[in-house]
């Protein structure tokens, strides 16, 4: 991880260890650096799984393992690598893949599919397989470390380490879900990636722990921006040990399961603002909420249009109410829209509405509110119910610093 | 304009007057600066006209004027407008924009549907209609001057004044075809404005000028991008004074139509990698060539991708052959493609193809190619026909100080 802190970053919570999963993290050395890069996370038997993935036409062999893998909803193992994507490295990393699971299926007994793989870092270097190898043995009898040693070994050039808990009660039973996550860190200049992994020891069925992964990745993971360059590694993985007790989960009929979404949705938020958080120079987090769109989808696509905005991410960052910028971007979404009905939000004061400046709106308030670190944008487009939040951080000059400065 | 000169300026061409235009500045006075900031085109009676406008859901009154103007296809004066747009001003901007055009009817005696309007500069303040009116009436009665003094009067933020120029023979007539444009220097954070305007003295057809102007938009200003925000106020007319004696063209099956439409496409084309060249903190010139897509829109998806994303245009500015980024940008387009087919050349050098690395290929001509000011990228997707060109330019510390550093 970086020496320079995200001045938005987060001090790492306490979060118990999952039981049914035994997590270890091992120095493979996939580069020139002295600290832990390869975690194996063993998962006892009966350990549901679920996962969401990249959307890229051009997504890494440890996203497509992981797909193949994820219809059969049970999982054995997780190796996390860190300092190499093995992206765009042909049959060289899907070789490289293969190689990680069928050693981990070795030492443990189960099935290659059973394992899962994700890697972040450097894009288009195949994974040098006998270091993973010989990280994975290290790692077979390493002990048991702590949530937030996980969280530094699966980061790269992320400044903090990233990590989220809730509880949820089903039936007589409590049950925990922790997560991790690392990215939007990019001090030299590899390809980000976002990788998020959530354990939880509860007992629920891999097709309906899917359905709540997916709702969730829907109000959490897909709303957040740091700089619309989407990863070719981007994967969220959701574990459930089963160790918990509770009356497996399989519906929203089963008691408990709205308490487990609810929580799992929480954990998902937490760990996506948490990458924002930690986005590349950022120095202000941002919420653009965006209501009256003719859908929840046009509202979203309106929302990620103003969080992508370079020039609206320059105004917050120097503090600027230039609520011009956030008309052009709802103008260039695409999106139905009509000019003279929009209406714009910063902080609670209204600055714009019917197609022109409030007049004489107060600009103390205002000011105000772009300099704190938490900014919030809401514009009203006034055609219809759709609505949608989304988060992203400002682009300051830390984000040409660490993409353009230093070189690879 | 600013102080600080983009260093991909070019010298102001020689261009000779258009007959039939006559074209005078002055200095209304809509910001506290000592220069001529509005522009009084007078156009001979039989001036056709053709004009593209921004695509945005929230345009300025002068682009509804504009767009509700151009069917009939006639012209006898323009009026620009510069340091304040007019846009997202309600009722009072619509007011405005009338008054211009009845001004400048009353002056010239024509009908005020036959005076185009455009304005530039900042957002959401209402022009000042006094204002604008004496600038018309002293512009009315002011000598002619040369284009370099029009396209610095039209220009807001931006470092050099841009123009272009082209001759077209048709039949036994030389016409010429000059053009000026303004747009992508933002140094106070105001919005981004493109304003084009072209001139000839060839007699055209207005549908058929307007058919011209449409394909070399095509190919030039649609093929452009600073930072992917779309303004509210783009606006590109080309007016024919029909002064130049030549037969008129009204179709591609009269003599000499297809040389004044390359004509038309060079000076368009020009004037478009100009406003590249005078992009926000622009240092180096990008070309982006996308080949072997499904079709020309999805090469040009594709290719847009490429040349807004943030980490491609970092990279650019650090002379990184990073081009595991364009591989991102490539997946991340929601266009057909397949990572294992693509091939990526940095100038003349391949390296990545096949959906990986080229083993081995020569980093020293790479290395060259990225510290020239021109840099060129080319993508084959291999899997169809389809190709597109656009231009950008990096993206540096310059366009974090124009736009954040300074408060609006």
Request: negative net charge; contains cysteine; proline residues 5%.
């Amino acid at each position: 991880m970086s020496d320079a802190v995200s001045p938005l970053a987060t001090p790492f919570p306490a979060m118990p260890p999952v039981t049914g999963a035994h997590i270890a993290t091992v120095r493979a050395g996939y580069k020139a650096w002295e600290r832990h890069d390869l975690t194996l996370a063993l998962l006892d038997e009966g350990t549901a799984v679920a996962g969401v993935t990249t959307q890229s036409k051009c997504p890494s062999p440890e996203v497509e393992w992981c797909r193949a893998a994820l219809p059969l909803g049970r999982a054995r193992a997780l190796v996390v690598n860190a300092g190499n994507s093995n992206a765009f490295t042909g049959n060289r990393g899907r070789a490289a893949v293969e190689a990680i699971a069928a050693r981990v299926a070795a030492g443990i007994g189960c099935q290659p599919s059973d394992v899962f793989v994700a890697s972040t870092g450097v894009i288009g270097v195949p994974l040098p397989i006998p270091t993973a190898e010989a990280g994975i043995d290290a790692a077979l009898t390493a002990p048991q470390v702590g949530w937030e040693e996980v969280a530094a070994a699966i980061s790269t050039t992320d400044t903090f380490p990233k990590g989220a808990m809730a509880r949820a009660v089903i039936g007589d039973r409590t049950v925990n879900i922790v997560g991790v996550i690392k990215g939007s860190g990019m001090i030299a200049p590899d390809m980000a990636t976002m990788l998020g992994f959530v354990f939880t020891d509860a007992a629920i069925d891999p097709l309906f722990l899917q359905q709540m992964l997916n709702a969730a990745n829907g109000r959490s993971f897909s709303c957040i921006t740091v700089d619309g360059d989407t990863s070719t590694s981007d994967t969220v993985l959701a574990f459930a040990t089963a160790t918990a007790g509770n009356a497996p989960l399989s519906s929203f009929d089963d008691a408990g399961a709205d308490a487990f979404a609810a929580a799992l949705n929480d954990v998902c938020l937490q760990l996506a603002h948490l990458v924002v958080k930690d986005g590349e120079g950022a120095s202000k987090f941002i919420e653009v909420s965006v209501e009256g769109a003719e859908s929840d989808r046009s509202a979203h696509r309106i929302a990620m249009s103003i969080a992508n905005s370079p020039l609206v991410k320059t105004a917050i960052a120097g503090e600027d109410a230039n609520w011009g910028r956030v008309v052009m971007a709802v103008g260039k979404a695409g999106e139905p829209a009509e000019r003279d009905r929009l209406a714009i939000r910063f902080g609670d004061t209204q600055v714009a509405s019917g197609g022109l400046a409030v007049e004489g709106y107060e600009e103390a308030p205002v000011a105000a509110h772009l300099k704190s670190q938490e900014v919030r944008i809401v514009v009203d487009i006034g055609l219809g119910e759709g609505r949608a939040t989304v988060w992203t951080c400002d682009l300051t000059h830390g984000y040409i610093s660490i993409n353009a400065d230093y070189r690879s």
